[in-house]
């Protein structure tokens, strides 16, 4: 285990990284409603985010598994966001927009590679969980005190101040990797192979890739497929609801009801995480089918329900559900790849394919809306998307039971 003040230093970054890793994409949505940008390209400008994140999400699992630079990739991708959600706050401009979105994308992906990576070998596979479950605790607080300083800035003195928040949790974030010793970390247990040496894998190794191996893991395959059907009905129902207070409803003030939503969902997050983390009594699966059932219910009551307030128990169900497979997603991970040396290879496969659904669904979303702003449909349309991830999780766990074919052990 790595000294307490690196422990204590890894909880403060994953405070200060919730509001640096996705940039400022709910409040970029409905500050893009707000200044009259058509649907289609607000819909494109959010996609090309998701799908850079989708591109990159690989290559940052194998790239953090082979580097012993995880503190310095780190600092590079925290500044990369915040320079381009800069952008992003300052211009119309759609290849600009892209561009800013495509950067935070790119960025946000190394960041969540990295993160895990820290866990993992900060506090080696025995105390993965628990720290998992604090820092999933700390994020979701990190996220809840930014919202709230992002959702006043941008009420009382515009959307621009949005990023004065976003640049004091950068300054924190800097500050926390400066305090994670560099000798505490062990790279062979961050990339889920504690029995190796910390040393990287050779570049000429032919299995480091170790596509074929993931893809004959069925429990991963299957996870992940899930997890994407998932984020396609849930990543585009925070903005949608407010941007359908922006075109629907006069002086609604949906920068400030985005903040609300956000501090609500966060609120109900800590709770969960910690209550995953520490649970003895139920597996982590059971919370993942809990995760899975929430999001149509949450949908329905987005459907049924059009007033601002409304986002007060949609976003509680949201924290239930985020609040679950956020701690659940990297534990199953690292339960189908254990031994494999390549944790954060199959970590970024799964965060790839959820990257898929997540980036598909505000494309989707806003297509579904239109000129005619069909914003119920899109809902039950999210909704329904989210009910296809069950079966697959289902027969993940059957194939876990009978035991499926582990990720191969690479090379050291």
């Not at 003040?5 to 500050?31: C, I």
């Not at 939503?261 to 997050?269: F, K, L, P």
Request: proline share 5%; charged share 10%; aromatic share 8%.
């Amino acid at each position: 285990m790595a000294t307490p003040s690196s422990l204590l230093a890894l909880t403060w970054l994953a405070f200060f990284m919730a509001d640096v890793r996705d940039g400022l994409g709910p409040f970029l949505a409905t500050y893009l409603q707000e200044s009259g940008v058509r649907q289609e390209l607000i819909g494109a400008t959010m996609t090309a985010g998701g799908l850079a994140a989708v591109a990159m999400t690989p290559l940052a699992g194998a790239w953090v598994d082979n580097s012993q630079a995880k503190r310095a990739m780190t600092v590079v991708a925290a500044l990369a966001v915040t320079a381009a959600s800069a952008l992003a706050f300052t211009t119309l401009s759609a290849p600009l927009l892209v561009a800013s979105q495509v950067v935070t994308g790119v960025a946000g992906a190394v960041l969540g590679a990295t993160m895990a990576a820290l866990t993992l070998g900060l506090s080696r596979a025995e105390g993965f969980k628990r720290q998992m479950g604090r820092n999933e605790a700390w994020s979701h607080a990190g996220n809840m005190l930014s919202a709230v300083g992002a959702g006043l800035a941008a009420h009382w003195f515009g959307a621009p101040w949005l990023l004065a928040v976003m640049a004091a949790m950068a300054v924190g974030m800097l500050v926390s990797v400066a305090g994670i010793r560099a000798a505490d970390i062990d790279h062979a247990a961050a990339r889920g192979d504690e029995s190796a040496a910390a040393a990287p894998r050779a570049a000429d190794d032919p299995d480091a890739g170790g596509i074929g191996a993931l893809l004959r893991n069925r429990p991963l395959l299957l996870f992940a497929l899930a997890c994407a059907l998932f984020h396609l009905g849930n990543a585009a129902m925070l903005p949608l609801l407010n941007q359908r207070l922006a075109a629907t409803v006069a002086d609604s003030a949906p920068l400030l009801w985005t903040g609300i939503a956000i501090v609500v969902a966060q609120a109900t997050m800590v709770p969960v995480a910690l209550w995953v983390s520490r649970s003895r009594r139920l597996d982590i699966t059971w919370f993942v089918y809990a995760a899975i059932l929430v999001l149509p219910v949450r949908g329905l009551l987005a459907y049924a329900f059009t007033s601002a307030w409304n986002n007060i128990p949609v976003q509680v169900l949201d924290g239930l559900a985020a609040g679950a497979l956020g701690v659940a997603t990297p534990l199953l991970v690292q339960r189908y790849s254990a031994g494999s040396g390549r944790f954060n290879t199959a970590l970024g496969f799964v965060m790839t394919l959820q990257g898929v659904g997540a980036a598909l669904s505000p494309g989707v979303a806003n297509w579904v809306v239109g000129p005619q702003l069909r914003f119920g449909t899109a809902f039950m349309v999210l909704a329904g998307a989210a009910l296809l991830a069950l079966p697959l999780f289902w027969w993940a766990q059957q194939g876990s039971r009978r035991g499926a074919l582990p990720v191969a052990p690479a090379a050291v």
